[in-house]
T-cell receptor
């Protein structure tokens, strides 16, 4: 299995809702990442988990809360989002400190906040 | 910040070779050059990577200059399905993450 699976593919949520994005990989990778991508912009790194521990939080607002329950799963909990948080959210995984193929990305979740 | 510079857009005729340049003049000795592409609204897809030597796989070739300050991704026979944004990324092994620059938007024209 050489894929990163993200669910749901599309999500529409109100500003008072609580929702979660899910990411799963079965490649034995021990690093997982969340990126945010606005239209016509490159992906921006949000969070990095290495060996199930949060190692990087790129000054992301607290309304985004990551969770790594185990080495295969990564969640992004969303609460009280703003319309400007509408974007494509990408999950990726890799082997830490490896010169292999870099990151494997999922297809993303298209989030719309109304 | 991204460590690379790429032209914002390029066109290529279908069936011809697409040559995408990337400048990385501040690259360190232990940093690799990676190329990814992103087709509209999909996740970035790995293409190829290299350290010093030129590399080739079933998708593309990567030519790295001897001083390693620039590289070129070559798609030998571009098809319409190669229309995408192509990202050149420089990354070391230890404690560094992928930082995306604006990339090059390649349009393959019929």
């Amino acid at each position: 299995d050489t894929e990163v699976t993200q669910t749901p593919k599309h999500l529409v949520m109100g500003m008072t809702n609580k929702k979660s994005l899910k990411c799963e990989q079965h490649m034995g990778h021990r690093a997982m990442y969340w990126y945010k991508q606005k239209a016509k912009k490159p992906p921006e790194l949000m969070f990095v988990y290495s060996y199930e521990k949060l190692s990087i939080n790129e000054s992301v607002p607290s309304r985004f809360s990551p969770e790594c329950p185990n080495s295969s799963l990564l969640n992004l909990h969303l609460h009280a989002l703003q319309p400007e948080d509408s974007a494509l959210y990408l999950c990726a995984s890799s082997q830490p400190d490896s010169d292999g193929y870099g990151y494997t990305f999922g297809s993303g979740t298209r989030l719309t906040v109304v | 910040d991204a460590k690379t510079t790429q032209p914002p857009s390029m066109d290529c005729a279908e069936g011809r070779a697409a040559n995408l340049p990337c400048n990385h003049s501040t690259i360190s000795g232990n940093e690799y050059v990676y190329w990814y592409r992103q087709i509209h609204s999909q996740g970035p897809q790995y293409i190829i990577h290299g350290l010093k030597n030129n590399e080739t796989n079933e998708m593309a070739s990567l030519i790295i200059t001897e001083d390693r300050k620039s590289s070129t991704l070559i798609l030998p026979h571009a098809t319409l399905r190669d229309t995408a944004v192509y990202y050149c990324i420089v990354r070391g092994l230890y404690g560094q993450n992928f930082v995306f620059g604006p990339g090059t938007r390649l349009s393959v024209l019929p």
